[in-house]
């Protein structure tokens, strides 16, 4: 037999032998589904599926176009169908539904008090671990721990996040957004947000995760090393901005000398960042040796308290240290920077709300001047800028947190219904529907309104009303915003994303405002239009979910 025959059947053979596990397995699960007595659907591709995830919006954008009509592979199969669903899907088939895939199957839950009970019960729905695994890339972290080396890191991760590292986060905020404001204000536009955003959040973690502080440079003052090993900074950065190759491929692949440059030189980022890790590790085991206090960053933060641990109960490993750092610095930067950039976007489609924000700050921060700003006494005040951070989060929650039954069936109660999961159940908390659902967000839930989180100070006096900077937190039901996750596995940083951007909008607000660069024959008002229409049609998840492409609306700065 010739060769190409042989090839062909082999292949033949490969695809076959596929397609009859996908449908075993589709079956075995769908006959699972079936037992909870919920609305189904099916979708042929684990969303979980590595090939599929690299391809899925092409393939499905090619899939469209032929006369299926809408089914629910070219609705639910890619990643991010849950942003533009919002709570479509639920509306359609209640507050629980299940998804059926050839890995697992996906439980959607829509309901406050259900989501409340299912991040409470950490032990009956723990976290699918196995799915943060990949973020062991220099050591085992709080995001794929379990049982008790996991209390252990969640234990000392809360010593490490304390007010002494937000006095640092909020100082360096300041400071650098006023240094990238400066850099914003010389330019007649500006395409560079987003990367710039990036810096200030990468050199905010620098120093309040490393101790190592650095000044704020421009996408356009930049200049590139060809060896990221050169610098601290410039081996995280690099380390930071090629997480998708890292996580994906892993470090010990990237170690191959055949490697193409570019990659060569990711492994070489790593390397020098596990290096400076280390070098730190034992400086600040012997300053802890010889009694000393030193910084607050979340580094020696985590060394100190690792080591005050052990000798009581056992502190972190040396690699557990290593990869709580990269934990921390992924979570932190990625997140809050995306975060930070769909703000800005809503912001500059929405003068109304910078009017706002601005009549805040001026009353709060006054006429001091930035190194006079303080966090204990002005943080808390400027609920406004806050406000901001929680309403672009109900609409783009850039990390959902997802949960499973594991081995065992677990129940819940959802509405009057009580249901049971089968083993094996990921249970999708639907973040674009809770988040957004009218039923407990009113009438204009799909609005991007930070006012919704503010309300009138409560004060005996029904005479007296409240000004800007004395106004209190509106929060929603409990279990109707879930942003920052909740129960015992909630995010640790949260915190410490909230003091980084407030600092920052204060910044840029206090006597400055923001507009789309109108295009050749349009209003500012069309054009503060497209700008929230590109934040909607151009969003979705490359690792995390982040806007795409807002390069193409330019941002214009004015003073005030």
Not at 177 to 184: F, G, K, Q
Not at 299 to 318: F, H, K, P, V, W
Request: contains cysteine; glycine residues 6%.
């Amino acid at each position: 037999m010739a060769w190409p025959a042989v090839l062909l059947s082999a292949v033949a053979l490969l695809v076959g032998a596929t397609l009859v596990n996908t449908s075993v397995r589709l079956l075995r699960n769908y006959w699972a589904a079936r037992s909870i007595g919920v609305p189904i659907r099916i979708i042929p591709i684990s969303p979980l599926n590595p090939f599929w995830v690299l391809i899925d919006r092409k393939a499905l954008s090619v899939i469209r176009r032929l006369p299926f009509g809408e089914n629910s592979f070219t609705r639910y199969n890619w990643r991010g169908w849950e942003v533009e669903d919002r709570y479509r899907s639920h509306s359609e088939m209640g507050d629980i539904w299940v998804l059926v895939t050839p890995f697992k199957n996906w439980v959607y839950v829509n309901d406050p008090q259900a989501l409340t009970s299912l991040f409470r019960r950490g032990t009956d729905f723990p976290r699918p671990v196995f799915i943060n695994e990949i973020l062991d890339v220099f050591g085992p972290n709080i995001s794929s721990a379990e049982g008790e080396r996991w209390k252990t890191q969640r234990k000392i991760a809360t010593h490490c996040f304390n007010e002494q590292n937000n006095s640092i986060v909020w100082l360096e905020a300041v400071s650098l957004a006023n240094d990238m404001l400066r850099y914003w204000t010389t330019k007649s536009s500006v395409t560079s947000s987003a990367d710039d955003l990036r810096t200030l959040s990468l050199h905010v973690l620098s120093r309040a995760g490393f101790g190592k502080s650095f000044k704020f440079v421009g996408h356009d003052e930049r200049q590139y090393s060809t060896n990221p090993s050169n610098s601290y900074k410039e081996s995280l950065q690099t380390v930071l901005e090629n997480l998708v190759l890292i996580l994906g491929l892993g470090t010990k692949f990237l170690a191959y000398p055949w490697l193409p440059r570019k990659l060569r030189t990711v492994h070489e980022a790593c390397i020098s960042f596990q290096r400076y890790m280390t070098n730190l590790y034992e400086e600040e085991k012997q300053a802890f040796a010889r009694g000393e206090v030193r910084d607050h960053n979340l580094m020696t933060s985590l060394i100190r308290a690792s080591q005050e641990e052990a000798m009581t109960s056992g502190g972190l490993t040396e690699g557990e240290i290593y990869g709580n750092m990269f934990a921390f610095n992924f979570a932190g930067h990625d997140t809050t920077a995306h975060t930070f950039t769909f703000a800005l976007y809503f912001l500059a489609a929405h003068s109304e709300v910078q009017d706002w924000l601005s009549e805040e700050i001026n009353i709060v921060l006054g006429d001091r001047p930035p190194c006079e700003w303080d966090y204990r006494t002005d943080f808390p005040r400027l609920k406004r800028c806050l406000s901001v951070m929680y309403e672009t989060i109900r609409l783009y929650t850039v990390v959902p947190s997802i949960k499973w039954t594991s081995s065992r069936s677990q129940s819940l109660t959802v509405g009057e219904k009580t249901v049971v999961l089968p083993p094996d159940s990921m249970i999708a908390p639907s973040y674009g529907s809770v988040q957004t659902d009218p039923r407990f967000w009113g009438p204009d839930s799909l609005a991007w309104k930070p006012s919704r989180w503010i309300k009138p100070a409560a004060v005996s006096d029904v005479d007296v009303v409240s000004k800007p900077g004395e106004e209190d937190f509106n929060m929603p039901v409990r279990g109707a915003f879930i942003g920052w996750s909740d129960g015992v596995r909630d995010c640790p940083g949260r915190k410490f994303s909230q003091v980084e951007f407030v600092a920052t909008m204060a910044s840029l607000f206090l006597n400055w405002r923001v507009d789309p660069m109108v295009a050749k024959g349009e209003t500012l008002e069309k054009a503060r239009q497209r700008v929230e229409d590109l934040i909607k049609a151009d969003s979705g998840s490359v690792l995390l979910l982040q806007m795409l492409h807002p390069e193409r609306a330019p941002l214009v700065w004015k003073k005030r």
